[in-house]
């Protein structure tokens, strides 16, 4: 189940949000070819990743910024991008730009933090700009948490793009994030849950101010939890569904 797009359009050009995507591909692009060469990747990202254990020591807390920008594939960039494109262009709209600009690194910090909480002696390189996406998507739940994003939905060999209310997606992703937290070893490596996790729960708290200015419970009476504008409408989605 894939987000690809929101009902939400944001009422002006969310130039940070550009800027944050080209950075982090331009970013990937300039090391891309030491994935040919493992040695020299690991000493790039044990300069530039961030590695609990290092900073449990007191050291490197540069690296809670260097790490948001790099990414650990292909993959791993594309779905980040296609999360922040969706998500960000409405969160920047309500906050402003430079606002949104330390919003998001705000809360990468934070997740990068309750990452190295939750395994301090770890010294796997720790990259991805899933933390302080995340905190744009906790944002997202509070201000807009009935707003209608596409899904599409891939059951073997049934393919279809629907709506649902974002809170749905939000706290299923949420979910999913919080047991695999609790479910895996983080030292081992692998997914960063708690940091999903935590930067989800981070972006929702910095959003609380914002969200009281609007009117806190009032914001949501006025809206029924849509987004305080005329939604966008798409046409039929023209994927067929596959049949035997």
Same mark, same amino acid.
């Given at each position: ?36 060469? $493992? ?57 402003? *730009?430079? $606002? ?35 905190? =744009? ?53 692998? =997914?960063?849950?708690?940091? *999903? ?6 972006? %929702?708290?910095?959003? %609380? ?14 809206? *029924?939890?849509? $987004?305080? *504008? ?15």
């Amino acid at each position: 189940m894939f987000p690809i797009r929101d009902h939400n359009p944001s009422g002006r050009i969310p130039y940070v949000t550009y800027m944050l995507m080209a950075a982090n591909i331009g970013i990937f692009l300039s090391y891309v070819a030491l994935f040919n060469d $493992p040695s020299a990747l690991n000493g790039f990202f044990f300069v530039y990743a961030a590695i609990p254990a290092r900073i449990s020591a007191g050291d490197g807390f540069g690296t809670l910024i260097s790490s948001m920008f790099l990414h650990g594939g292909w993959m791993h960039l594309i779905g980040n991008m296609l999360f922040l494109w969706i998500f960000g262009d409405n969160i920047e709209d309500e906050m402003g *730009h430079i $606002p949104f600009l330390i919003f998001y690194l705000v809360a990468g910090i934070a997740a990068g933090l309750i990452q190295v909480i939750s395994a301090p002696g770890s010294d796997i390189p720790t990259v991805g700009a899933s933390g302080a996406i995340a905190g =744009v998507m906790g944002s997202y739940l509070l201000l807009f948490p009935k707003a209608r994003v596409d899904i599409l939905l891939i059951l073997i060999i049934f393919i279809r793009i629907f709506p649902i209310p974002a809170w749905i997606m939000l706290a299923v992703w949420f979910g999913m994030q919080f047991v695999g937290g609790i479910g895996t070893d983080v030292s081992a490596g692998g =997914v960063a849950y708690w940091a *999903h996790a935590g930067g989800f729960v981070a972006g %929702l708290v910095l959003t %609380l101010p914002l969200w009281l200015r609007r009117g806190g419970v009032g914001f949501w009476r006025r809206t *029924h939890g849509h $987004p305080p *504008h005329p939604e966008a409408v798409y046409a039929s989605s023209r994927i067929p569904k596959v049949r035997r």
